[in-house]
């Protein structure tokens, strides 16, 4: 039987609801007038036979009032009728006036640093974060059932981008910008025709990126090997004007000094149109009050051998030289940016050292030593996972699910991710109390809870008008859609994912067998723990036609949020609370020592249960001056794993001039950033980037954290 909920949607009759309220009223009773369990149950079946078929939230409150009056039970009843009215004001109540003005006199520290890529003292974000307030508000009064409302905010689950979710809008993509350049588009109602030369695409490339940025609220990809025809567009083009100007001046040149004026003149097109690229990106400021969250995929083996596969080598040569210069920054210091983040693709003809490319991976080395990008993809061992194809994530670790068009050739670019809701195992397990089989009943709950939690964020998708983002839906950067056309047809058979993200391996399997993962004994369990989580995902598919998959949770802030709440819940349990984080996805803990070749070794097998997204990564020294030795991590991540990174530093002190490692020190119970050189704990006065869970961040992070990052432990 359904029933109509408060949104207006129908829902299946669940009597347990009318049990928890007739109950909750019952304990505010006093205890002379109390009823039993099975009293209340009876009363339940009652109120519920009287139920009809399409009745509301009010009239069945309504049925169930009558039921306890007309069984002469007139405290309950009167309590009832309390409880209820109390609950229908705190729906109507605007509850969020305090959190809005804390915003904009900056005292609001949980959301100042929820993103570690947003200055929230700058109006754009606060306009941003403020717009969050109210849909955050929304999502939890109208959207989000009652029960998953009270699940997220008890950290029991994470219902991802709430700020967002009151409008109908996307996680993350990757951008079709092959057919946007090689078709034309439409950006702010101007018609963009074919670029006809390199730096034209490269710029409109940036002005796709920061429309797209615009209408969704995750990370976005695009790939090199789709500005790379236009190098040819720009050679011949240059040619052509060469001998115009021959003509004009009535000269002639030799073939080889002809042929080195076109490549000077095509090296530095290509130079201003990769340049305008990362200065566009880091200048650019979406409606979100941030750079785009971009991702440049660099893979040589996108293109057949031939003239376009060569200006591909180009222009990833000038994408690393440029990253590993870095940008100034206001005072004139070189500094590293936190996007766009920078994906190589480690091949057969680039990883040894009589590789055709190997010059671009002795770079791609020198630059993640200096700037900690690119991050690697392995396509041996991709293309083992994913059917045979070789492609880029979304944003900084969120993969698509192999998939083939009406001509069976693999799409990758035009689909997306629907959104993303995380179980928190660590509780699942302390909830259990280490009793194994209460451990998996509570898991199944939980995963219902979020199995329910991702229907409402694909229900709210559907139906949504490609008028909503012209450019996402209209336009080619996911699709062609008419005008007024529902994007239903691309939220099923596989077209476009949605994630189950987790949180906390490592603690939940250190509480329930007393050991790290990494452990041989412990670790069949957190490969069982991860396989549970599989099978539901591919039950959910089944039932659905959606592509369900897991996914390794950056948890930025989230981390914290999860730590304060089992904290509150569980109390202090040393090696699983006592920490102000908890470990993100899969990973090792980043205090046990490990190196990184068997820790990458390790993390694989997780890495391949986690198919819609995770990365990982080892903490190591500066590598400047030993890039035989990050070359060395980058052959082993070739061999053993799908998708990984190097975390150095990349720091700079504006007092003093330091240029080492900021560090992290414990000042009143708080964590503070300090100069070794001169004392400087000003964060307006230092530059500090660090890999946050799979990007870059550079405006800082919350105490959790702030705890984790200093906690980090070399692994080389």
């Known amino acids: 039987m359904n029933i109509i909920k408060r949104t207006g949607e129908a829902a299946c009759f669940d ?49 169930v009032e009558n039921v306890l009056l007309e069984g002469s039970n007139f405290e309950l009843a009167k309590t009832y009728i309390k409880y209820r009215y109390k609950r229908a004001l705190v729906r109507k109540s605007n509850t969020i006036d305090a959190q809005i003005l804390s915003l904009i006199e900056t005292e609001n520290e949980e959301v100042k640093q929820e993103n570690s890529n947003k200055n929230p003292t700058i109006v754009s974000v606060q306009r941003d974060y403020m717009a969050g307030e109210v849909s955050k508000d929304i999502t939890r009064r109208f959207l989000l059932d009652e029960d998953l409302a009270n699940a997220h905010d008890d950290g029991i689950i994470h219902f991802h981008d709430a700020d967002y979710f009151a409008q109908h809008m996307h996680n993350c993509d990757l951008i079709n910008l092959e ?71 009535n000269t002639t040149m030799a073939k080889d000094q002809f042929d080195k004026l076109v490549n000077n003149r095509l090296k530095s097109e290509i130079k201003h149109g990769v340049q305008m690229i990362q200065y566009q990106i880091i200048t650019l400021m979406t409606t979100n009050g941030q750079a785009p969250f971009v991702t440049v995929f660099m893979y040589l083996n996108e293109l057949d051998e031939g003239q376009t596969k060569e200006d591909l080598a180009l222009i990833i040569e000038e994408m690393l030289k440029q990253r590993y210069q870095g940008v100034k920054n206001e005072a004139g210091i070189w500094i590293t940016p936190a996007f766009p983040k920078l994906i190589y693709v480690l091949s057969e003809n680039n990883i040894h050292e009589d590789s055709k490319y190997f010059n671009l991976t002795k770079l791609a080395a020198q630059c993640t030593a200096k700037r900690m990008v690119p991050d690697y993809i392995s396509e041996k061992k991709m293309k ?84 909503a ?66 099978d539901a995902c591919h039950e959910w598919k089944a039932r659905h036609n959606i592509d369900f998959s897991v996914y390794g949770t950056p948890l930025e802030s989230t981390t914290y ?52 997204g995770a990365i990982s990564y080892v903490e190591v020294p500066n590598l400047l001056d030993n890039i035989e030795a990050v070359i060395a991590v980058m052959k082993h991540i070739y061999d053993n ?22 560090v992290i020190k414990e000042d009143n119970d708080q964590l503070r950033w300090h100069c070794p050189n001169c004392g400087n704990e000003d964060q307006t006065q230092m530059s500090v980037a660090r890999r946050t869970c799979g990007y870059i961040g550079t405006q800082f992070w919350n105490q959790g954290r702030t705890e984790e990052i200093k906690e980090r432990v070399l692994h080389l």
Not at 207 to 221: D, E, F, K, L, P
């Open 15 to 63: 009597i347990t609801k009318i049990i928890l309220a007739i109950d909750a009223a019952n304990n505010e009773v006093e205890p002379a007038h109390r009823i039993s369990d099975v009293q209340i149950r009876d009363l339940a079946n009652q109120a519920a036979s009287s139920i009809k078929e399409g009745q509301n939230v009010e009239q069945i409150q309504d049925i």
């Open 179 to 249: 057919d946007m350049l090689q078709n034309g588009t439409v950006i702010s109602g101007t018609m963009i025709e074919k670029p006809k030369k390199f730096s034209t695409a490269c710029n409109i490339t940036t002005q796709i990126i920061a429309q797209v940025a615009s209408c969704q609220y995750g990370g976005q990809s695009i790939t090199l090997s789709h500005l790379a025809p236009f190098v040819d567009v720009s050679r011949q083009r240059i040619i052509l004007e060469i001998n115009e100007e021959l003509q004009l001046t």
């Open 384 to 467: 083992e996972l994913k059917n045979g194809d070789c492609y880029t994530c979304m944003g900084c670790r969120s993969f698509l699910t192999p998939y083939r068009d009406e001509d069976n050739k693999p799409k990758y670019y035009g689909r997306f991710n629907q959104g993303v809701v995380t179980i928190n195992l660590v509780d699942i397990a302390l909830s259990s109390k280490g009793n194994i089989n209460e451990f998996w009943k509570i898991f199944d709950e939980r995963l219902e809870l979020c199995h329910r939690a991702l229907m409402i964020r694909h229900n709210r998708l559907k139906g949504t008008l490609s008028d």
């Open 469 to 534: 983002a012209p450019i996402l839906w209209q336009y080619g950067a996911l699709a062609r859609l008419e005008k007024g056309e529902k994007i239903d047809k691309l939220l099923y058979n596989g077209y476009s994912t949605i994630s189950l993200g987790y949180a906390g391996l490592y603690e939940c399997v250190k509480y329930m067998t007393g050991r790290s993962h990494t452990d041989e004994v412990a670790q069949p369990f957190a490969l069982n723990v991860m396989a549970h989580m599989n």
């Open 561 to 612: 949020k999860f730590a304060n709440k089992l904290k509150a819940r569980f109390g202090i349990v040393p090696g699983v609370t006592d920490k102000n984080y908890i470990t993100n996805s899969y990973h090792v803990h980043v205090t046990e020592p490990i190196d990184a070749f068997t820790k990458l070794s390790f993390e694989a097998k997780f890495q391949e249960l986690s198919p819609g």
């Open 641 to 662: 794993i799908m998708y990984a990174e190097l975390n150095t530093k990349s720091d700079y002190c504006y007092k003093c001039g330091f240029d080492g490692e900021i």
